[in-house]
């Protein structure tokens, strides 16, 4: 079973853009996770998704978006790029909402700079 | 006051050496995590635990509920187990948002 991909690995931004990162799941998992890791903060939680809603949302700026496919599929979206927004950008995946015994499996993750 | 803490925040030991790595929080959980990652980002799930111990290998997770407390142990160390480590913590009450422990760094000499 092909593990959780995400897409671009690495991104250099400027301040000001606009950026998309694409996240595909485990085949049959229908929950989607993302998460912001930076050095200062560590690992922060942004939103879940579960069937094509958002199920949950992190304290993140209205500039911090996301939306999830049919296919489960994720993107998130991060509008007017600010310095601090540089960070590793985490998808994990796993099987069934409501759940707490369905353990996350993570991506590789992308790695924004914003400069 | 972060909802999980862990410690050390540093490790530095010799290879073969036994490890502990600890993970106390302060909320009501469904589960914990074990993650571990590498440098270069990538995050491997080692366990997840909402009760009793589990054992992968020469790891072995344990967590008491009732004292809100879990540790990871690595037996037999290796410099190819140096990483972060990190608990993470799913609260029952929370809209399942899980919480991360600040993580520990492990660096395992030959």
Known sequence: KAGVTQTPRYLIKTRGQQVTLSCSPISGHRSVSWYQQTPGQGLQFLFEYFSETQRNKGNFPGRFSGRQFSNSRSEMNVSTLELGDSALYLCASRGGWGSPNYEQYFGPGTRLTVT | ?110
């Open chain 2, 1 to 110: 006051k972060n909802e999980v803490e862990q410690s050390p925040q540093n490790l530095t030991a010799q290879e073969g050496e036994f490890i502990t790595i600890n993970c106390s929080y302060s909320v009501g959980i469904s589960a914990l995590h074990w993650l571990q990652q590498h440098p270069g980002g990538g995050i491997v799930s080692l366990f997840m635990l909402s009760s009793g111990k589990k054992k992968h290998g020469r790891l072995i997770a344990t967590i008491n509920i009732q004292e809100k407390h879990s540790s990871l142990h690595i037996t037999a160390s290796h410099p190819r187990d140096s990483a972060v480590y990190i608990c993470a913590v799913r609260p029952r009450n929370r809209d399942d948002k899980i919480i991360f422990g600040k993580g520990t760094r492990l660096h395992i000499l030959p």
